[in-house]
């Protein structure tokens, strides 16, 4: 059982960046993808960036391309999702997941069901 943390939600406004940092508390977690997805109230959770086991491999949804970059340390079990040019829209909770998979097509890794275990999320929220 992975046990994954995030931290680094907060307030800031339209234009403004964040830095979200995800610590897991097994070693296991650096030998999957690890993302980031978001979701808003009532709505589905969605997917936002993942990174593959060895850090090699990035995927992005559209809308946050060019402002967001995922990264992870490897020896630190760590996950960053480095935020950008923030807008209004990106106001939501962000989760933190380990996948099933080292690596995968990104179709694959837009799945919730590709993923074993969430954070408990933290709030972005943008004003504008």
């Known amino acids: 059982q992975v046990q994954l943390v995030e931290s680094g939600g907060g307030l800031v406004q339209a234009g403004g960046s964040l830095r979200l940092s995800c610590a897991a508390s097994?070693?296991?977690?650096?030998?999957?993808?690890a993302g980031w997805f978001r979701q808003y109230p009532g709505k589905e959770r969605e997917f936002v960036a993942a990174?593959?086991?060895?850090?090699?491999?990035?995927y992005y949804e559209d809308s946050v391309k060019g402002r967001f970059i995922i990264s992870r340390d490897v020896a630190g079990n760590t996950v960053d999702l480095q935020m950008s040019d923030l807008k209004a829209e990106d106001t939501a909770v962000y989760y933190c997941?380990?996948?099933?998979?080292?690596?995968?097509?990104?179709?694959?890794?837009?799945?919730?069901?590709?993923?074993?275990?969430w954070g408990q999320g933290t709030q972005v929220t943008v004003s504008s």
């Open positions: 990174i593959s086991w060895g850090g090699g491999n990035k």
């Open positions: 097994e070693r296991a977690f650096s030998d999957y993808a």
């Open positions: 997941g380990s996948s099933r998979y080292g690596d995968a097509l990104i179709g694959i890794l837009r799945r919730t069901g590709s993923w074993n275990y």
